[in-house]
C-alpha cells in the first residue's frame, strides 16, 4: 500500500521540501512539498530524481574490510574491529597529525553530517584537516572573518526585496544557488526583474543565468578582484560611497580608498576584458539603486585572488550602505546558532596558526588545503610525520581535488584508511575499510549549515521517511564508533558521544551570563531533553538554547523539537532582519574594512593587471542534473545537455581546426585528457570550458552506470601548486591550456574508454 512522508532534499543547497511516495520500504516517486514553508512546492530534477538515487543498485549495504588485498564484506563488529586495529596505533606511534581526516561536500547535507565530524576531529586531535570547502568557498570564509571576526558570518542577498542584484562567477539557474539558500532561485530571479528591479551579470560564459540578466559582462577568467576592485575606486572617486546606518559600525573605509586609489577602470581594463565605461556604469548603478546587493560565488573563489575578490564583495555592499539592510545582503539567524551574545569586541579572527608540513601552506579556519594531501602522504621531508592513516568521510578527492593521478598513488601508500561512503568510488576503492550509511529516506534531515546562509530564516525538520532497514547502521552511530574507535574507547557505547556533548554544552551554557539557563543545573536541564535518539537530543538542546528557543522554559512560546516536529512542513521565522553589530567578533567590535593580510596582499592583485596568459583558458561548469561527482551514477540525471563535453568558441574552433563532436586533446599543468569539442558561442573567445566531477574509469570501483560512460576528470589537468595564499583555496579556473585535435587513429583509440572493474 502506497503512503506519502515529507522529506527535505538533501542534494544541493537550495533544501527544497519533498513528499515522497513510499511502496513498502521503496521511494517511488517524489514531487515538490506544496505546504513547505520555504520551497513551496518547488523541485528540480535531482530533487524528482530523490527515489532512484535512493534505490541505486550499486550503494553499498554492508561494510566491506580489506583482506588478502581485497575488499570483502564484513560485519559491522569486524568492521569497527579492523578500524580500531589500523587507525589507533598510528595516532599512539606517530602522534595524532599523521591521522587526516579528509570531509567532503556531502557532509553539510546531513545531521550526521553535520554533528559528529567536529566530535571527532576534537578527540583525535589531528591537525591534518582537509575539506571540500578549500576546492570551493574558502576564501569566503576567509574574507568575511577578517571582516567581521567570525567566518561563518557570511551575508546572504535579499532576494526578495532587492532592487539590484550584481552577480558574479555564479551560475544558479544550474547551481539552484551556493552560499545563499533559496529554493527555487530562478523564480526569485525573475521575480526581481519582474517588479522593476535589474539583474547583472559577471562571467566568462553566458550561461543561463546570464540569458536572463538585463546585462551580461563576459568578463575574463580570473579578473574579478580587478574589476571589482575599479569598482570601489570609482565609488570613491565620484563620491558615491554612502555607509548611512552602517557607519557607526565600520572602521578603515579611509584607508580602503587610499589602498585602492591605483586601481583605476582604465588601468585594469585590459586585464578583464572590460571596457572602463562599462566597469565605472557598473559602480554607478550599484550606488543609485534604492537597495543594491553584490553576490559572487564559485567562479570568484577558485581563481588566484579568490579571498581578495570575496573581500570587495562586501566592500562594495558596505560602501553603498547595503549592508546589513532589508534589499541589500544580511546576515541569516538559524534557528540552531548559539544563543546571541551582546554585542562588543571578541576574539577576532587568525591565518596561519600551524602550517603544512611540506609546503607550508597556513592553516585558515583549521583546515589545510585539500591541494596539498598527497604531499603530505608522499613526501618524507618536512617537519613532523607524514599523513600514514587517513579517514575519508563522504569525499571523492581522487576526483574533486587537483592532480588525481598522485592522490591516487598517494593513497595506496598509506598504512591505513578509512572511508564512510555509500559507493566505491575513485578514492573509496582504496580504503582498508569502507563503511556505508543509509540512503537517504532512511536518515533524518535538518540543514544546520545551509539554514545561516538561508535568504528566509525558517526552520525544518524531517524523521526518516523509511524505517532503518535490518543490517544497515545509522549514519550519526557509524561516525559516533569510528570517533570511539580511532581516540581508544572501541567498544563503548556509542551514545555515550551525544551525552558528552549535550554535558558539555549545558555545561557551558550554564556559565554564560547572557545565556537562558545561566546558573541552572545542567543536569535538571538534560533531564528535560525530548527526542527518540541522541541526535535528536542534540538539536532540541540546540533549539532550546538558539535565538528562538524556549530557552528551557524562560521563554514558554519557543522553539523546541516537540513543537517543530507538529509542524511537519516548518515554521517560518521571518524574513532577514538587520544584526549589525550584534554578529560582529572582530578585536575592535566592528567590521575592520581592510584587514592586515588583505592589505598585505594588494600589490600582488595590482601586478596581475599586467599579467594575462598568452592561450586559452579554462572554467569550470554546473549542471541542474549534476552535483559534483555524486550523481553520475543515476540514469535519470545523466544524458542530454549534462554531458562532459569542452565547450570552444566557434573563433577558437577554426583557428585551432576543431570540429563539433570530434574529440580534442587538453593539456593542462598537471596532465592531459581526451574529450568531445563542442563548439558552442555560450563561451567567450579565448575561454574553454569543462564540467568538474566526471572520470568515472579507474579501476576497482562498483558505479556501472557512471563508468559506461566515464568522462574525463578535469582536475587532472591541474598539478595542484596553484592556490590563493590567503585562503588555500585551489584556483580551478582560469587555468592556461593548449588543445590539439586529434588525428583519426588517434581518434579511434580515444574512442575505446576503458571499463572499470568490478
Known sequence: MSRTALRICPLCEATCGLTLTVDGTAVTAARGDRDDVFSRGFVCPKGASFGALDSDPDRLRTPLVRRDGALREATWEEAFDAVAAGVRPVAERYGPHAVGIVLGNPNVHTVAGALYPPVLLGALGTRS?????????????????????????????????????????????????????????????????????????????RTRTARLADRHVAIRPGTDALLLAAMVHVLYEEDLTDLGALAPHVAGADEVRDALRHFTPE??????????????????????????????????????????????VDVLNILTGNLDRPGGALFPQAAT??????????????????????????????????????????????????????????????????????????????????????????????????LPPPPPAQSPHHDFAFNTLAVRNQVRYTRPAVPLQPGRMAETEILARLTLAVTGRHGADPAAVDTMVIEQTLGRAVREPHSPVHGRDPADLAA??????????????????GPYGDGFGARPDGLTLQRLLAHPHGIDLGPLRPRLPQPLRTRSGKVELLPEPVAA????????????????????????????????????????????????????????????????????????????????????????????????????TRTRHAAADPGVNVNQLLDGSALDPLSGNAVLNGVPVELTPLTGTERRTAATPAVPTL
Open 528 to 545: 528535560l531533553l525530548t527526542g527518540e535518539d541522541g541526535p535528536e537530543r542534540r538539536l532540541d538542546l540546540m533549539l532550546r538554547l
Open 129 to 205: 584537516l582537509f575539506t571540500a570547502s578549500t576546492l570551493d568557498q574558502m576564501p569566503k570564509h576567509v574574507s568575511s572573518g577578517l571582516l567581521f571576526g567570525d567566518a561563518n558570518a557570511i551575508p546572504v542577498p535579499d532576494l526578495d526585496r532587492t532592487d539590484h542584484l550584481l552577480l558574479i562567477g555564479a551560475n544558479p539557474l544550474e547551481s539552484n544557488g551556493s552560499l545563499c539558500t533559496a529554493p527555487d532561485f530562478p523564480g526569485r530571479l525573475r521575480a526581481l526583474r519582474a517588479r522593476g528591479g535589474t539583474l547583472t551579470v559577471v562571467d566568462p560564459r
Open 267 to 312: 588601468s585594469v581594463a585590459a586585464a578583464c576584458d572590460v571596457d572602463a565605461g562599462a566597469t565605472r556604469a557598473l559602480a554607478r548603478e550599484l550606488a543609485a539603486a534604492p537597495t543594491a546587493a553584490v553576490y559572487a560565488r564559485i567562479g570568484s573563489c577558485t581563481v588566484p585572488h579568490g579571498t581578495l575578490a570575496s573581500w570587495l
Open 337 to 434: 546558532d548559539r544563543t546571541p551574545r551582546p554585542a562588543g569586541p571578541g576574539r577576532g579572527f587568525r591565518l596561519g596558526r600551524w602550517h603544512s608540513r611540506v609546503s607550508a601552506h597556513p592553516e585558515a579556519k583549521g583546515e589545510l588545503p585539500l591541494s596539498a594531501l598527497a604531499e603530505e602522504i608522499d613526501t618524507a621531508t618536512g617537519t613532523g610525520e607524514p599523513v600514514r592513516a587517513l579517514l575519508t568521510v563522504a569525499a571523492n578527492p581522487v576526483l574533486s581535488a587537483p592532480d588525481g593521478d598522485r592522490l591516487d598513488k598517494a593513497l595506496d601508500s598509506l598504512d591505513f584508511m578509512v572511508s564512510v561512503d555509500p559507493y566505491l568510488n575513485e578514492t573509496s576503492r582504496h580504503a582498508h575499510v569502507v
Open 601 to 700: 596582499d594588494l600589490p600582488r592583485l595590482a601586478r596581475a593587471r599586467d599579467e594575462r596568459p598568452a592561450g586559452l583558458v579554462l572554467v569550470g561548469r554546473r549542471h541542474l542534473r549534476s552535483n559534483n561527482s555524486w550523481m553520475h551514477n543515476i540514469p535519470a540525471l545523466t544524458g542530454g545537455s549534462n554531458r562532459c563535453t569542452l565547450h570552444v568558441h566557434p573563433d577558437d574552433a577554426d583557428r585551432l581546426g576543431l570540429r563539433d563532436a570530434r574529440p580534442v586533446r587538453v593539456k593542462g599543468p598537471g596532465g592531459e585528457v581526451t574529450v568531445p569539442a563542442e563548439v558552442t558561442d555560450s563561451v567567450r573567445p579565448g575561454v574553454v570550458s569543462l564540467p568538474h566531477g566526471w572520470g568515472h574509469d579507474r579501476p576497482g
